[in-house]
């Protein structure tokens, strides 16, 4: 399985402010996502990060308020933008997909990102 | 509305127990995947069943699948107090986008 990485782990931000989450896979994988989890709930996506192109979001999510990017199969930015106290949540990256010529089938997380907006 | 609904939404058994949590979905699937997570922290795998499959089993876990009620269950064996901790389906649409909708999640807490 691919080993994910996230920084920060955790992060303290104020109002008005932005948190850039980065995700780091251990190999090239085709497919990168990003959710959201808001404290006592389950895990909704915001969406999908394409290499070289615009994210696809989900709806009620949008590129101004979350810019992603990903500038390559291994690497992927989520900002979370002018933030609100109901921005306060854990954000986690998964991937899936082909990681090189195997495909992968079964979607791994990251560790996650808890924010918490003050 | 949710894809995937489970029940119950908590669950409190002794160790050595057994343990069995439902998932009901509501469109077409690919796959279907169970996860663990504990106390707010990354999401574990747990299994992976395919629509054209009914049962997997994996150490003290067995899934079910049955497409034609659109529901599957997670049971966990001989329960142990490290098993605490909240489970969630995920079912992967049959457009295989890749994207998962999450249930809103089990939380089972195993008693010494």
């Known amino acids: 399985s691919a080993v994910i990485s996230q920084k920060p782990s955790r992060d303290i931000c104020q109002r008005g402010t932005s948190l850039t989450i980065q995700c780091q896979v251990d190999s090239q994988v085709t497919m990168m996502f990003w959710y959201r989890q808001q404290p006592g709930q389950s895990l909704t996506l915001i969406a999908t990060a394409n290499q070289g192109s615009e994210a696809t979001y989900e709806s009620g999510f949008v590129i101004d308020k979350f810019p992603i990017s990903r500038p390559n199969l291994t690497f992927s930015t989520l900002t979370v933008s002018n933030l609100s106290p109901e921005d306060s949540s854990i954000y986690l990256c998964?991937?899936?997909?082909?990681?090189?010529?195997?495909?992968?089938?079964?979607?791994?997380f990251g560790p996650g990102t808890r924010l918490l907006v003050l | 509305s949710q894809q995937g609904e489970e029940d119950p939404q908590a669950l409190s058994i002794q160790e050595g127990e057994n343990a069995t949590m439902n998932c009901s979905y509501k469109t077409s699937i690919n796959n279907l995947q169970w996860y663990r997570q504990n106390s707010g922290r990354g999401l574990v795998h747990l299994i992976l069943i395919r629509s054209n499959e009914r049962e997997k089993h994996s150490g003290r876990l067995r899934v079910t699948l049955d497409t034609s009620k659109k529901s599957s269950s997670l049971l966990i064996t001989a329960s142990r107090a490290a098993d605490t901790a909240s489970y969630f389906c995920a079912t992967a649409l049959s457009s295989n986008t890749g994207k998962l909708i999450f249930g809103q999640g089990t939380t089972l807490q195993v008693k010494p």
């Open positions: 998964s991937v899936e997909g082909w990681t090189g010529d195997r495909f992968q089938e079964t979607q791994y």
